[in-house]
């Protein structure tokens, strides 16, 4: 199994490249819509992302990865999943967007714990808003965040936005691998 950068394109064009009149999560206003929720919940897609993200990630794993629930979900069981296929070890977390009133009222739940590092990971940015606020709720349950990596970067200042705030951000893909022009900012 081998990630191939073609395969990934391929996917998500087919499965999660839309045209038309969108709001995206930003309140930005788009010609297209990438739902990479589709791609991320298809076997081949899943696979794509969780061997992509691995192969970014190199041979020093951090302890986790997660991201903000509902769109980092399904990354992070992809990258989880495909690190033990491949014999490594690696813990998934999910962000909460509200900590529940029940239970431990936890923002982040999964095996980690205070000092682990962590790889946030995001499906598609555009202003990095929606990672930035899980990096928030990561770093207050003591998790050290070491970076981002999403499937898609939209080229529209989430790279800048991480960069402020002291993150790399990486990406399997940007906009610009469907042929499409990044606005100007």
């Known amino acids: 199994m081998q990630y191939s950068k073609e395969r990934l394109i391929e996917i998500v064009r ?12 930003s309140g930005k206003k788009a010609s ?4 990479c929720r589709k791609v991320t919940l298809s076997s081949e897609g ?42 490594k070890s690696l813990a998934g977390f999910i962000v909460r967007k509200e900590a529940k009133a029940h239970g431990t009222g936890q923002d982040v739940e999964g095996p980690v714990v205070a000092g682990n590092e962590c790889v946030i990971v995001e499906d598609v940015v555009t202003t990095g808003g929606s990672s930035l606020k899980a990096i928030e709720k ?12 999403a499937i898609v ?3 529209e200042g989430g790279k800048e936005a991480f960069a402020a705030a002291g993150y790399e951000l990486r990406t399997l893909l940007t906009i610009e691998d469907f042929g499409i022009t990044p606005p100007q900012r």
């Open 153 to 155: 970067d939209r080229l």
């Open 46 to 87: 899943a696979l794509q992302v969780g061997l992509g993200i691995l192969e970014m990630l190199g041979d020093n794993l951090p302890d986790a990865v997660g991201g903000m629930a509902i769109g980092a979900d399904p990354i992070s069981a992809s990258v989880i999943t495909t690190a033990a296929v491949q014999g």
């Open 14 to 25: 087919d499965k999660g490249l839309k045209f038309g009149d969108f709001t995206l999560a």
């Open 138 to 149: 990561v770093e207050a349950a003591g998790l050290k965040v070491l970076g981002v990596i």
């Open 32 to 35: 297209y819509y990438l739902d």
